[in-house]
């Protein structure tokens, strides 16, 4: 069983930054493939960015050159730096964790609110 539980999210003006962490209870952080999610009102879950336990990443075309992911193993924290933010990335942003063997092994956090705005 992993909680994950996200902090860091809040109001920016357009052209800001945010970083988002999310600490994981449990065992085996390190075997997991993390990522974080958005789902803006009106809108599908959408993926943002993951890592993989080897530190292979993957974004979202929305967001490349501006968010980067990565973890810290040694904490059990993933984090995202959300820079040059923009309107269109406001939304409930959910870490996420996948042991890759079946969906019982899923996890997801509360969510953590992020507007843009000025």
């Known amino acids: 069983q992993v909680q994950l539980v996200e902090s860091g999210g809040g109001l920016v003006q357009p052209g800001g930054s945010l970083r988002l962490s999310c600490a994981a209870s449990?065992?085996?952080?390190?075997?997991?493939?993390m990522a974080w999610y958005r789902q803006a009102p009106g809108k599908q879950r959408e993926l943002v960015a993951s890592?993989?336990?080897?530190?292979?990443?993957n974004y979202a075309d929305s967001v490349k050159g501006r968010f980067t992911i990565s973890r810290n193993n040694a904490k059990n924290t993933v984090y995202l730096q959300m820079n040059s933010l923009k309107p269109e990335d406001t939304a409930v942003y959910y870490c996420?964790?996948?042991?890759?063997?079946?969906?019982?092994?899923?996890?997801w956090g509360q969510g953590t609110q992020v507007a843009v705005s000025s």
């Open positions: 449990g065992r085996d952080f390190r075997f997991y493939v």
């Open positions: 890592i993989t336990r080897t530190y292979s990443t």
């Open positions: 996420n964790a996948d042991l890759q063997n079946g969906p019982q092994y899923v996890y």
